[in-house]
């Protein structure tokens, strides 16, 4: 009974104190001006600083904040070629109305207690709209006003909310149905490494969302960017200036319905694993570079025994929910004569673990007509258990003087990974039998990106300049795998039973190490020799080194039968095979099995030099251009199995790249672009070299072609824009991409044992429409609510020569449409933010198939390509402010939980000569429904 009277009493003083807050409260309103002229600026944004909460100016300069809290407040106003207007001190009373008025100048200078920087913010949709209005490219782009309202937790789930974007894997980008390879990635003006061994991939999932300003995608070539991307230019820009003084922390812990209250299978770890960093403790003694002889009875009995993490010892425990921890801080300090010192960080760290059972993993021939059924080659049942580990940390320093503006960035994120694999099946390639396997896998990633940047803007000049340093690891230290083979031996005393055999126990070590060292000068100049005509020049050079070192190393468990008990392969491979007391040259040891033509090293020198003229010609705006890139890549290869004997190989690129944008501005709030561009797409250090990696997932290898050339595509886009307001926009884009030797993954089949690797395509066409709303629903009624919503069709093909055993087809990862839907419920009054967040994707091919190209051949004798299945994802998120500190937020993630599938679509002709087409699954899980509870505070 005391405890319910604690429980009434404590939801009273809450309920009091809910209404207290939303009594004391006031408004602010006021009117924006240019302070030269004096005429009313339209579509400034106003921000009350230190929140997401924020407001246009409209027609007539004027703009109103309601239902804002007693106290004392910082508000921001910023526009485009204005400098930004800080109000520090504004008193809103309860009850009453705070009028401001702000006038905004492009030169420094303090009025009262209003004081203007060279600086503008870029955080909220409508400093974002703005930017996308006045680029002189074919621009989509998300602010971190908008990530709060999502709550999405790294930049992956951010960018899928973009007009013709999509993810692979929850964290590489398909933009515009093109794969990750035709996409290029910048953080803070500085190129970054890739995150991936086989592939040119930025790994989306490694920066948190906490720590984004915003995320523009350029979709059109423009001569101040590298020519290297073709479905989208990624810009991500951390957050560099601190909405006020303050400190701020969020805790959140979550579930998953699909993991949550089972059992939890792991092998034991170390203790710097819980903040993502590897341990020594699981590689190899000797290091990656290291070799031993197998010959050398002591040394193989030594290192059998004491040179591996020897524990194999798989153990069960509940899950834990997901935790999330951030720290957040800001300062600035206002200086004397115009300046300014600002400091941003953060701290972010995240623990997640995943279950997912029962998975349908699958591979089949060709289809078997006759029997009207699908021929299996393997079917597997997998139960994956996977931990997931993200520690990140930004620390960012700008110094701002009335013509200028120093920053300096910091980005540091590091990701473990550790993941085990129980697979149960069976194989049917040579004979049908049972099989039994399991990977143990760890990885550790390292990314960092820093940069030393400043830009200058003198009277009618602009110079910006930025040296950059980006580091990216990727270790793999002790990938282990074990397969059991039926025995199939019929009348053998143990027939039927598991059996371990020899090389079926297999240890891989892999290193990936990244540097990249880059520098970029542009210049800026806009001729005023008249008020209607100000033409504008830019010019700039760019730099980029970059190294890269793979290596790899590679064991099997062999054994001597006449040293062992006649049953000893018929053991429990943990509990009676793996033991200290079988080790030895003579009886279960480790041979070395290290190619090390698998590994190899290489640098790419890129140099790059463009000009480019604007031309205001009345409404329309003229912006062309030419970009010169020199680009010299030379990969290191080895030649011997046990020597390191080199080859090196050499790929010279001296291109030049036009571009031509086009601005018909039909109205304040209505325009029309038009763009042309060309751009390249050229092999990565991976898909040349000639090594090999085994895919556990796709049961195949994975090679490079050193004969692959460089792509070249034509770009043009036409898009129809329109701002309601600053905050709103509606567009409609078309777009078309004509290839020639577009890089394709493609697929070498020994009887059932593939090898993926690399072609270079004849041709290939893509074209599609972009639809993009941002608009407020109040013109419906619909007070407080807000949609946003973007759609795309795309349609590609892809031409392959003659003599290509690969068949035309969609491009690899493009998906026929994309739906993103979002509608948003915010009354300021309340403190309430609920949104409701939809996301689907249409089939796109995953994995390639194989066609009987051969003289007389037929679909008969096809193996179809591989098809993710469109899904349904509907997620729920709710924010509620209390008081002025303290948030409350809820999520829930994939509330329908619908199936993950992938599918093959064979196709065979009937006794009558009709073609048919059969559906058979290849992959099929449940991720889960996910809930996440989280509060935050801001002091």
């Avoid at 030797?741 to 004849?762: C, K, Q």
Wanted: charged share 25%; hydrophobic share 35%.
């Amino acid at each position: 009974m005391n405890r319910i009277r604690r429980n009434l009493a404590a939801t009273a003083a809450l309920l009091l104190l809910s209404i207290e807050t939303i009594l004391a409260q006031g408004s602010i309103s006021g009117v924006v001006t240019d302070a030269s002229t004096g005429e009313p600026v339209l579509g400034a944004t106003v921000l009350l600083a230190g929140t997401t909460r924020g407001t246009a100016t409209d027609v007539d300069g004027t703009f109103h904040l309601g239902n804002i809290e007693a106290g004392t407040h910082t508000i921001e106003v910023s526009m485009l070629t204005y400098a930004t207007a800080r109000l520090t001190g504004v008193e809103v009373r309860d009850g009453a109305d705070t009028h401001l008025e702000v006038k905004l100048t492009e030169t420094s200078e303090q009025v009262g207690e209003v004081v203007v920087t060279a600086v503008r913010r870029s955080n909220t949709e409508s400093a974002v709209n703005i930017d996308v209005r006045n680029s002189l490219q074919v621009v989509s782009g998300v602010s971190s006003q908008t990530i709060a309202r999502t709550q999405d937790s790294d930049a992956g789930e951010v960018v899928r909310r973009i007009p013709g974007i999509s993810l692979i894997d929850d964290k590489f980008i398909i933009a515009r149905g093109l794969s990750q390879r035709y996409n290029n990635v910048w953080v803070n003006n500085a190129a970054v490494p890739s995150s991936e061994a086989d592939s040119r991939a930025f790994s989306f999932d490694v920066i948190p969302a906490g720590q984004i300003e915003n995320i523009l995608i350029l979709k059109s070539p423009s001569p101040e960017v590298p020519a290297d991307f073709t479905g989208g230019f990624i810009k991500i820009q951390t957050k560099d200036q601190p909405d006020d003084n303050a400190f701020a922390v969020q805790y959140s812990i979550g579930l998953n319905t699909a993991t949550l209250f089972r059992d939890f299978l792991y092998n034991k770890g170390f203790a710097s694993e819980l903040f993502g960093f590897g341990s020594s403790r699981r590689m190899v003694a000797g290091g990656i570079d290291g070799r031993y002889d197998n010959s050398d009875a002591d040394f193989v009995t030594r290192m059998t025994r004491n040179g591996f993490n020897n524990d194999w010892q798989v153990r069960t425990r509940r899950p834990v929910p997901d935790q999330k921890l951030s720290f957040s801080f800001g300062r600035s300090w206002d200086l004397s004569g115009g300046r300014r010192l600002a400091m941003n960080g953060a701290v972010n760290y995240s623990y997640v673990q995943r279950t997912i059972n029962d998975m349908e993993n699958s591979r089949y021939g060709v289809y078997n007509k006759r029997g009207d059924t699908p021929e299996y080659l393997y079917k597997y049942t997998d139960d994956q258990y996977r931990t997931d580990v993200h520690l990140g940390a930004m620390f960012n320093l700008s110094y701002l003087r009335p013509h200028s503006r120093y920053s300096l960035r910091n980005l540091f994120n590091q990701i473990g990974q550790d993941k085990y694999t129980f697979r149960d099946g069976w194989q049917n390639i040579s004979s049908h039998y049972d099989q039994q396997k399991a990977e143990y896998y760890h990885s550790s990633r390292t990314t960092y990106n820093g940069q030393i940047a400043g830009v200058h803007t003198p009277d009618g000049h602009r110079i910006d300049w930025n040296v950059g340093y980006s580091y990216a690891d990727r270790h793999l230290p002790d990938r282990r795998i074990i397969n059991l083979l039926q025995n199939d031996i019929y009348g053998d005393e143990h027939y039927g039973e598991m059996r371990l055999d020899q090389n079926e126990i297999q240890r891989d070590f892999t290193s990936l190490v990244e540097h990249i060292a880059s520098a970029s000068v542009n210049y800026e100049h806009t001729f005023r020799e008249g008020e209607r005509f100000a033409p504008m020049l830019r010019a700039g050079l760019y730099g980029e080194y970059r190294t890269r070192n793979y290596r790899t190393r590679a064991f099997y468990y062999r054994y001597n039968v006449q040293n062992l008990p006649a049953d000893f392969p018929y053991g429990d491979v943990v509990d009676e095979i793996l033991q200290d007391g079988n080790y030895g040259f003579d009886r279960l040891y480790v041979y070395d099995d290290t190619d090390n033509r698998n590994s190899y090293k290489g640098e790419n020198l890129l140099t790059a030099a463009y000009a480019a003229l604007q031309l205001p010609l009345g409404p329309v705006s003229l912006y062309a251009g030419v970009r010169f890139e020199h680009s010299d890549m030379d990969l290191t290869s080895y030649t011997r199995v046990s020597e390191w004997r080199t080859k090196v190989t050499s790929y010279t690129y001296d291109d030049l790249f036009p571009s031509v944008n086009l601005t018909w501005r039909i109205s304040d709030r209505h325009q029309l672009r038009a763009a042309y561009g060309m751009s390249t797409n050229r092999p990565e250090f991976r898909e040349v070299s000639s090594s090999v990696y085994y895919d556990f997932d796709l049961f195949s290898s994975v090679m490079g072609n050193p004969d692959l050339t460089a792509a070249y595509v034509q770009n043009a886009d036409l898009r129809y824009e329109w701002y309601p307001t600053s905050g709103e926009t509606i567009s409609l884009s078309l777009f078309y991409k004509h290839f020639r030797n577009p890089i394709e993954t493609a697929i070498l089949d020994a009887g059932g044992s593939y090898t993926y690797t690399f072609e270079n395509a004849d041709r290939a066409n893509v074209y599609g429409v972009e639809l993009d709303i941002r608009k407020d629903l109040a013109f419906l009624g619909l007070k407080n609510f807000s949609l946003s919503f973007n759609a795309s069709l795309i349609e590609s093909e892809v031409n392959f020569a003659e003599g290509s055993m690969e068949h035309d087809r969609p491009m690899q990862g493009q998906s026929p449409y994309l739906v993103n839907g979002g509608l948003f419920y915010q009354p300021e009054r309340l403190g309430l933010s609920v949104g409701v967040l939809y996301n689907r994707i249409g089939k796109r091919i995953v994995g390639i198939g194989r066609s009987d190209l051969s003289s007389g051949g037929s679909i008969d004798n096809d193996i179809p390509d591989m098809y993710e299945m469109p899904r349904n994802a509907l997620d729920l998120v709710v924010s509620k402010r209390l008081g002025r500190i303290w948030e409350l937020k809820f999520s829930a993630r994939d509330l329908l939980n619908e199936e993950i599938r992938f599918c093959q679509f064979p196709e065979f002709t009937d006794a009558s000569g009709r073609t048919q087409t059969r559906e058979q699954t290849t992959k099929r899980y449940r991720p889960g429904r996910g809930f996440m509870l989280g509060v935050s505070a801001r002091f």
